[in-house]
């Protein structure tokens, strides 16, 4: 099983990327590939799925991402293919919020969710979330990261656009080239 994969972005399409690892290019399937971006390195947290008749990696930016996708396909009836679109379409801490109080309406507002499998979320996974939206660590980061390019003379609008596209897991001093590289476009 893997845990994660670093490589360049050589392809973004809507419903997957390819990451180039070494000579090989993976196609992971993602929940948002375009926050990825084609030339640049990431590291990519996925999960493998083999059946039978086909093998698929399915990746994220986080590793919360990834813990949370995982424990959304443990839910009875509750596939990768489904698991994919709440990711997209949800934040992980309003997915946390909603299965904890309950929130059925919340959860149905997902593709191919009703009410058997909104029920059978909060059956199974109530009191067992508790991943954070973002570590304290990367939280500080952006935070400093913010400050440098306020710092710099750049507005607080214009920075906010570009922080989900900088890659987290970088020292500082690469995060602060990212950010201007994305900011002079």
Aim: proline share 4%.
């Amino acid at each position: 099983m893997y845990q994660y994969l670093n490589g360049i972005i050589t392809e973004v399409e809507p419903s997957y990327i390819t990451l180039e690892c070494l000579g090989v290019g993976y196609l992971i399937y993602t929940p948002n590939p375009y926050q990825f971006e084609e030339g640049q390195e990431y590291r990519v947290y996925v999960y493998q799925q083999i059946k039978e008749d086909e093998h698929l990696l399915f990746g994220f930016k986080t590793k919360n991402e990834k813990e949370l996708f995982l424990k959304l396909i443990s839910v009875k009836g509750l596939g990768p293919k489904i698991a994919l679109p709440i990711l997209a379409t949800g934040s992980i801490q309003g997915i946390q919020d909603a299965i904890e109080r309950e929130n059925l309406l919340y959860l149905r507002k997902f593709p191919k969710i009703g009410d058997k499998l909104a029920k059978q979320m909060i059956l199974d996974l109530k009191g067992k979330l508790s991943i954070v939206n973002q570590s304290e660590e990367t939280e500080d980061t952006f935070e400093e990261l913010t400050q440098v390019l306020v710092g710099l003379g750049y507005k607080e609008k214009d920075i906010k656009a570009i922080i989900p596209k900088v890659n987290n897991t970088l020292k500082i001093e690469d995060q602060v080239k990212e950010a201007l590289r994305l900011l002079l476009k």
